[in-house]
């Protein structure tokens, strides 16, 4: 054995049996070997009598890719298509069997977004979308109820919230013309441009299949791997690594339709629109340790957090609102593919404009009922919207349905009471498994004469859905892509341009640990490959937390102007929902002024003491920094009855044995500190302040008077979320 297996074999985590090389493999040769700490099952007939089959045998081998029947492959990465900007061809068997191999994987929790929060709330039209589309709900004054589930995309339901992650943004609305889903993330685009690699990409970022590890995140090998070789991932992986990959909520939460959908409006005039949602309480995360810890002390996170505000009267409020393009023929717009799902068109060139409101005003009474048998689909559309030839929507039209068959059990999944249309249903669709309509008649064909002729087909004036007659190109079936489609960076690098210096720290630090936890150094080469076509700060600044060169870019690197409306920072909203935790020394000590300061401007108090009491909602012992978006130190509470490291680990003997203030209130007061929240202290809070040492002359702490006047201080701080001033910065902004 050389020197260097025996010092792979000493160091556990390789992801395969040998390193790989920096550049893409294209020699063809047959599978690597199991590892050799694994082996797979013993070779047992199904009625358990040994074979004497080698376990290799019931592997997959042979060099070259192949259908499940064994026809070689020539192409993966592409969805057969009339010609390279034309629809996707239902006669593509190959799309078909991998998305529905893929589809089917994985009962019966979903293979994606399984983690989810949900709630009811109702839609309100502003009517400003009527002059585009005919769609009824988006009509003046109407009101439409909906169900809205929030979801991350990796983890399993059984994962944490505040993991580094995409999240899902789907919107139900039952309205009177049927159902329509608008089902999209957090994030305005996607990582790949076609539907026929959603499956690769899935597999490449969920935990390894050798181990089940790692769980709900994409700090590894395999996610790397693919983007760094897929680099029309940039772009949302650069998204991922920012603040928005871990938001402070789902109420603070934007959402994008991420395709470009087609308007059509009541003389059938089109218009190409991008849907956006944005949350009235405006764009918010977590810095990265305060999610670590969250993850730990509560991995319920978000969940809580919606439910708690939607039942504290808090009710969270997002506007949608569409950017709308000219659907010309090309369907581009100043030089941005409408088609490419890795693009977006910055709100300086297309402004958002709100069409309606959107409020979620109750939680639901049963989550495997409701949140969990919620069924989406990209495909359900009223009249008045239309889909595009974007190919990764066109994979999702086939993909919903066919994953739903599956998951809940048949074809009549639309019955289940969370995703019963609000419109009359005639669909002449009978039987299979859960059947619970109860249907009549004899005649379920048309036309017919048994039945009366019933159903009778609509027409555009009885509200009949009506796809737009949109020319299809005439061309030859090819898998390809249109040659726009390959601009890979320079959309990153308007994010990364777009940056204040406190985001660009938070991003770079997040490829330096994601990187940094992938176990080959080709991946983490070839990851600075790419960032060095991003930026060259970038890419050095995280080539130094990895201890490697730094790459030279191998585009000529654009020079887009920034959009601010891609930063999170630098803009002022409203504080409703906010925690706000309240120290006290006495579960009896009087802090009412402080509380009612704090619900009179729509926050939630909690009151923190050193144990519990009348009015008082966590211990020193129960509360953690995290679950708070400003502190008040209302007093300096001395070290509690349970202020020992055996009893609590948060305790640390070291910091009772040399202050009068229980540890447990110094480490909740450092931890805000660090993550950039606001503090304020009276009534002799100050030497909480001194025992760690602060004062009130750092950035974000206050001195007030009294409990009125701390939160009355505090106010305009949680408008802007955080103290950014508090965060040291190297990199530019």
């Known amino acids: ?26 020699s063809p040769r047959e599978p690597l070997p199991p590892k050799p700490d ?11 009598q040994p074979t004497g089959a080698d376990p290799a045998d019931v592997a997959q081998r042979g ?13 993966t990465d592409h969805s057969l298509k009339a010609g390279p ?20 994987e994985r009962i019966p929790e979903r293979v994606v977004h399984a983690r989810g929060a949900a709630a009811h709330g109702v839609f309100e039209s502003y009517g400003t979308a009527a002059r585009i589309t005919r769609a009824a709900f988006l009509a003046e004054g109407a009101r439409t109820p909906v169900f809205v589930r929030f979801s991350t995309v990796l983890g399993s339901r ?6 580094r992650d995409t999240r899902g943004f789907a919107t139900k609305f039952y309205t009177d013309e049927g159902v329509f889903d608008l089902v999209g993330n957090n994030i305005p685009v996607f990582f790949i441009q076609d539907a026929i690699k959603f499956p690769d990409v899935v597999h490449a970022a969920k935990p390894h299949p050798d181990r089940e590890i790692p769980q709900a995140q994409s700090a590894h090998d395999t996610f790397w791997d693919f983007v760094t070789l897929h680099t029309e991932a940039t772009f949302h992986t650069l998204w991922n690594m920012s603040d928005r990959g871990i938001p402070r909520s789902y109420r603070m939460m934007e959402g994008f339709g991420v395709h470009t959908f087609r308007l059509v409006d009541a003389e059938g005039a089109t218009t190409l629109v991008k849907f956006h949602w944005k949350p009235r309480l405006g764009v918010h995360s977590m810095v990265w340790e305060e999610a670590q810890i969250t993850s730990g002390v509560d991995p319920d996170f978000h969940r809580r957090d919606l439910a708690d505000a939607i039942e504290a009267g808090a009710h969270p409020q997002w506007e949608l609102g569409v950017q709308t393009f000219p659907d010309t023929e090309e369907q581009m717009f100043e030089g941005i ?14 402004p958002v404009q709100p069409v309606g409101l959107l409020t979620l005003n109750a939680n639901p009474s049963n989550y495997f009922a409701e949140t969990e048998q919620v069924a989406f689909h990209v495909g359900n559309l009223v009249p008045g919207i239309d889909v595009t030839n974007d190919a990764l929507m066109q994979g999702r039209l086939f993909s919903y349905v066919d994953t739903q068959i599956t998951r809940l059990g048949g074809p009549n999944f639309p019955q289940l009471p969370i995703n019963r249309t609000h419109a009359p249903v005639n669909d002449m669709l009978r039987d299979g498994m859960h059947q619970t309509a109860v249907h009549r008649g004899v005649a379920p064909y048309r036309p017919n004469s048994l039945d009366g002729g019933c159903p009778f087909t609509a027409g555009a004036a009885t509200g009949a859905y009506i796809e737009a007659p949109v020319e299809v190109p005439a061309s030859r079936k090819v898998r390809d892509a249109a040659a726009s489609f390959d601009d890979h960076f320079s959309q990153a690098r308007l994010f990364w341009r777009s940056m204040t210096a406190p985001e660009r720290e938070h991003i770079a630090a997040a490829y330096g640990f994601e990187l940094g936890k992938c176990y080959e150094t080709a991946i983490k080469e070839r990851g600075l490959k790419v960032l060095a076509n991003i930026d ?27 959009s601010p409306a891609l930063s999170q920072i630098g803009q002022e909203w409203p504080v409703d929902g906010r925690v706000v935790g309240i120290v006290v020394g006495d579960p009896a000590q009087d802090v009412t002024e402080a509380r009612q300061a704090a619900l009179g401007a729509g926050m939630v108090p909690l009151v923190i003491a050193p144990t519990g009491g009348e009015g008082v909602q966590r211990t020193f012992a129960t509360a953690r920094s995290v679950e708070y978006d400003a502190l008040v130190l209302a007093a300096a509470p001395q070290p509690a009855a349970d202020a020992h490291g055996a009893r609590d680990a948060k305790a640390s003997e070291d910091a009772a044995a040399v202050t009068d203030v229980d540890p447990r209130v110094l480490l909740l007061l450092t931890e805000a500190y660090r993550h950039g929240k606001a503090v304020a202290v009276y009534g002799g809070g100050e030497a909480v302040l001194d025992a760690v ?11 007030a008077s009294g409990g009125g006047d701390a939160l009355q201080q505090l106010v305009p701080l949680l408008r802007a979320h955080r103290v950014w001033d508090r965060f040291p910065t190297v990199l530019g902004g």
Do not use: W
């Open 1 to 26: 054995m050389s020197g260097t297996d025996h010092q792979r074999n000493e160091i556990p985590g390789a992801p395969a049996p040998e390193p790989p090389p920096v550049d893409e493999p294209t």
């Open 38 to 48: 694994q082996r797979g099952p013993e070779t047992v007939s199904p009625t358990g």
């Open 63 to 75: 060099a070259y890719l192949t259908t499940a029947q064994g026809a070689r492959l020539h192409d």
């Open 85 to 104: 900007r034309g629809p996707v061809l239902l006669q593509d068997h190959h799309l078909r069997e991998k998305i529905t191999h893929f589809d089917h």
């Open 158 to 163: 059984g994962s944490a919230d505040t993991v």
């Open 337 to 350: 593919d409408l088609l490419d799902p890795t693009k977006i068109v910055p709100e300086e060139l297309a």
């Open 536 to 562: 060259g700060e970038l890419c050095s600044t995280v080539a130094a937390a990895l201890g490697l060169p730094v790459p030279e870019p191998t585009v000529e690197l654009a020079d887009p102007e920034p």
């Open 693 to 703: 040492g602060l004062t009130v002359s750092e950035p974000g702490v206050l001195a």
